[in-house]
């Protein structure tokens, strides 16, 4: 009958694909860089600064989402880089790489960005800003696995004696 059952492999992987549809992948935290006169200080520590990040990665997701469901060609890498304010706002943000092809959707990034609070430092340890580099892989979504079963059964059948009435 040619019945093809989804086979799914790995699947809390998945069903993190599933629920945000593409992969986004925010690099390494070693790729993070953290400079300016504030960069001493915990909270702006680049291990401290992905945390916050990565909670705010689903919404980097839906833009990618609204993006490439237009153009399916649009994957590669966006680095940003924005300042970081004592008080935790962000100011400045600018792609200063991008290799998706879509200026627009770099533009779209920023501009989600610089929505964001992060953790404020004390006024009393550190009283200025950093600058902060973050780089993002865009990636399409992985395809799942397809097996036709009918040949599956077809050599189950054959290794299997019948029954007779």
Not at 8 to 20: E, H, T
Request: proline share 7%.
């Amino acid at each position: 009958m040619g019945r093809k059952v989804l086979i799914l492999i790995l699947l809390p992987a998945l069903l993190a694909i599933a629920k945000s549809e593409h992969q986004v992948i925010q690099e390494g935290v070693e790729l993070i860089l953290v400079e300016g006169p504030a960069a001493g200080s915990s909270k702006r520590h680049p291990e401290v600064l992905s945390e916050q990040l990565y909670k705010r990665q689903n919404r980097i997701i839906e833009i990618y989402n609204e993006f490439y469901f237009v153009n399916e060609e649009i994957v590669g890498d966006i680095k940003v880089m924005f300042t970081l304010e004592m008080d935790g706002t962000i100011s400045g943000c600018v792609p200063v790489e991008n290799t998706t092809g879509s200026p627009e959707l770099a533009h779209a990034i920023c501009e989600n960005i610089l929505t964001w609070t992060l953790l404020s430092v004390p006024e009393a340890e550190y009283q200025s800003w950093v600058t902060v580099t973050v780089p993002y892989k865009f990636m399409p979504p992985k395809q799942p696995i397809v097996i036709d079963l009918s040949e599956v059964r077809a050599q189950s059948e054959e290794e299997t004696p019948g029954e007779e009435d």
